[in-house]
T-cell receptor
Framework: GQNIDQPTEMTATEGAIVQINCTYQ??????LFWYQQHAGEAPTFLSYNVLDGLEEKGRFSSFLSRSKGYSYLLLKELQMKDSASYLC??????????FGAGTRLFVKA | DSGVTQTPKHLITATGQRVTLRCSPR?????VYWYQQSLDQGLQFLIQYYNGEERAKGNILERFSAQQFPDLHSELNLSSLELGDSALYFC?????????????FGPGTRLTVL
């Protein structure tokens, strides 16, 4: 089976940089997603990593290391609107996407 | 607005009852996914349909069933409802049958079982 671990909550300051980690144990997977979800709303796609390395998209970057079973989402120049849950998810093949429990990020002024 | 629509937005019902949740995917998307999100469980993949056929099955209970119709809209049927079925049910769609496509989520249906 698959196991995905993320910190439950994090707090950071407006304008700062925050790194949200995701570790996983799986026998194999095709890629790793990051989604953002504001409270009571639908998740929205942030990134999808297939290869090891860093992928940058504006203020958000996502990193994957398959050998270490580890990914992170990096958020720069934090804004209050970035307060949300961040979900790490594995696309395991067999057409299944398995989500972690998510990390709730609080951005304070 | 993702382009995915779900109805109803809220549903309150009693234990033992049966309900149907409806989802219309984005125009052009052939895949529909159903997820359940409860406070203690996170987002759980239930089932995926691609162009009318079941493609993948996750942690879907036998009391739950789904289908995708020729016009590509989908319905999730929940029967013999229990208190623990109270959750937010999301539908998502993507263009292809592969889950590595970005999935676009609908606004969800909040189900409360009393």
């Amino acid at each position: 089976g698959q196991n995905i671990d993320q910190p439950t909550e994090m707090t950071a300051t407006e304008g700062a940089i925050v790194q949200i980690n995701c570790t996983y144990q799986t026998s194999g997977f095709n890629g790793l997603f990051w989604y953002q979800q504001h409270a009571g709303e639908a998740p929205t796609f942030l990134s999808y990593n297939v290869l090891d390395g860093l992928e940058e998209k504006g203020r958000f970057s996502s990193f994957l290391s398959r050998s270490k079973g580890y990914s992170y989402l990096l958020l720069k120049e934090l804004q209050m609107k970035d307060s949300a849950s961040y979900l790490c998810a594995l696309y395991t093949g067999g057409f299944k996407t398995i989500f972690g429990a998510g990390t709730r990020l609080f951005v304070k002024a | 607005d993702s382009g995915v629509t779900q109805t109803p937005k809220h549903l309150i019902t009693a234990t033992g009852q049966r309900v149907t949740l409806r989802c219309s995917p984005r125009s052009g998307d052939l895949s529909v996914y159903w997820y359940q999100q409860s406070l203690d469980q996170g987002l759980q993949f239930l089932i995926q349909y691609y162009n009318g056929e079941e493609r993948a099955k996750g942690n879907i209970l036998e009391r739950f069933s789904a289908q995708q119709f020729p016009d590509l809209h989908s319905e999730l049927n929940l029967s013999s409802l229990e208190l623990g079925d109270s959750a937010l049910y999301f539908c998502a769609s993507s263009m292809s049958g592969r889950s590595d496509n970005e999935q676009f989520f609908g606004p969800g249906t909040r189900l409360t079982v009393l």
